[in-house]
């Protein structure tokens, strides 16, 4: 059987050309190249157990256990959250925050990744800018288990970042002139509503944010002062029909310099806030 025999062999899933790209390491132009050749035993299992996973809405992501960010590759299982392309622009906020720290004379930025998952904004940040001080926290000890093996994979040592399992900011002493966070914000009664692919596979802890699916930024938003510099400001991600509901919970905190940015569909995405003088 060549391989695009074997593409065609289950043509009701629709991610089974990405599969086998994904089983081989393939670029498109590789496969291209290659699917006429003869597909070795080995693969042909592989690809119809990934075939029958993708066929209970397993996430492709899990079943290839990796999934990209910002030009990398992260390992990924059910104890995480597969990252999103609109998770970069939060990253690029982070990003362009610790440049201006720099530029106002903060040598090394402590920075705080609270709810890391799978760490890619952690360590995506880290490998931009390596001269960062940086710390990332979850309540999940099974999370923080990937986002070490993530370290070294990508660093070469799990040591890179100061790991912290927390409930939110319980466990955590330190102060920090950046905090990134990506809470969970999705309302407990959207649940079924979503996909199967992310309601059967991803973990609900990582997911859900209460009834009205702001209990954690509530917390964050009470709870991240104590922990921010004079002038430090905090970044999170958040649903596309909460930014008015969240910077509501930061004034009422005292924050100051308040905004909202919107991802490329417009819509609201990331809060940006900064600790109040009064803060």
Same mark, same amino acid.
Not at 178 to 203: C, F, M, Q, S, W
Not at 229 to 241: N, V
């Given at each position: 059987?060549?391989?695009?025999?074997?593409?065609?062999?289950?043509?009701?899933?629709?991610?089974?050309?990405?599969?086998?790209?994904?089983?081989?390491?393939?670029?498109?132009?590789?496969?291209?190249?290659?699917?006429?050749?003869?597909?070795?035993?080995?693969t042909v299992m592989r690809f119809r157990n990934g075939v029958e996973r993708l066929r209970s809405h397993e996430p492709l992501q899990y079943v290839l256990g990796e999934a990209p960010f910002y030009g990398r590759m992260f390992q990924v299982d059910r104890r995480v959250l597969i990252p999103r392309f609109d998770t970069e622009i939060l990253l690029q906020a982070a990003l362009q925050k610790i440049l201006e720290l720099k530029a106002k004379g903060v040598e090394r930025p402590r920075v705080l990744d609270l709810c890391t998952?799978?760490?890619?904004?952690?360590?995506?940040?880290?490998?931009?800018?390596?001269?960062?001080?940086?710390?990332?926290?979850?309540?999940?000890?099974?999370?923080?288990?990937?986002?070490?093996?993530?370290?070294?994979?990508?660093?070469?040592?799990?040591?890179?970042?100061?790991?912290?399992?927390?409930?939110?900011?319980?466990?955590?002493?330190?102060?920090?002139?950046?905090?990134?966070?990506?809470?969970?914000?999705?309302?407990?009664?959207?649940?079924?509503?979503?996909?199967? !692919?992310?309601? #059967?596979? +991803?973990?609900?802890?990582? /997911?859900?944010?209460? @009834?009205?699916?702001?209990?954690?930024?509530? &917390? $964050?938003?009470?709870?991240?002062?104590?922990?921010?510099?004079?002038?430090?400001?905090?970044?999170? !991600?958040?649903? #596309?029909? +909460?930014?008015?509901?969240? /910077?509501?919970?930061? @004034?009422?905190?005292?924050?100051?310099?308040? &905004? $909202?940015?919107?991802?490329?569909?417009?819509?609201?995405?990331?809060?940006?806030?900064?600790?109040?003088?009064?803060?």
């Open positions: 059987m060549t391989y695009r025999e074997l593409i065609n062999s289950c043509p009701d899933v629709s991610d089974r050309e990405a599969l086998l790209r994904g089983i081989m390491n393939w670029s498109l132009g590789e496969f291209l190249r290659y699917a006429e050749e003869e597909a070795a035993s080995e998952g799978s760490g890619c904004i952690a360590l995506t940040l880290l490998l931009e800018c390596p001269d960062i001080s940086l710390s990332a926290s979850d309540v999940s000890a099974d999370a923080l288990e990937v986002s070490r093996e993530n370290a070294k994979r990508l660093t070469g040592s799990e040591e890179s970042v100061r790991w912290i399992q927390s409930d939110l900011f319980e466990q955590l002493d330190g102060v920090y002139d950046l905090i990134v966070t990506n809470p969970p914000y999705i309302k407990n009664a959207d649940l079924p509503g979503l996909d199967p !692919e992310v309601r #059967d596979h +991803e973990p609900h802890t990582a /997911l859900l944010g209460g @009834e009205d699916g702001l209990c954690f930024i509530k &917390r $964050i938003a009470r709870e991240a002062k104590a922990h921010l510099s004079p002038m430090g400001r905090i970044l999170m !991600e958040i649903g #596309d029909d +909460e930014g008015e509901d969240v /910077l509501r919970l930061f @004034e009422e905190e005292a924050y100051e310099d308040l &905004r $909202i940015l919107r991802d490329l569909a417009g819509r609201d995405r990331v809060v940006t806030a900064r600790r109040g003088r009064n803060g």
